[in-house]
């Protein structure tokens, strides 16, 4: 669904981050504020692209 290098968005909270890994149903993200967690794709979003 998600691909390394797309920008996400933390369904919950609004956190914005970018795909670093993928392992079968998780994804690895690095979220704006330095931190790195695995989610699953049911509570990430695509980041809508900025005009």
Not at 3 to 9: A, I, Q, T
Not at 14 to 27: L, P, Q, S, T
């Amino acid at each position: 669904m998600f691909k390394p290098g797309e920008c996400v968005v933390y369904t919950r909270d609004g956190a914005r981050g970018i795909v670093i890994a993928v392992n079968g149903e998780w994804y690895q993200i690095f979220w704006e504020d330095t931190f790195v967690s695995w989610e699953k794709a049911e509570v990430l979003t695509k980041a809508e692209q900025l005009s």
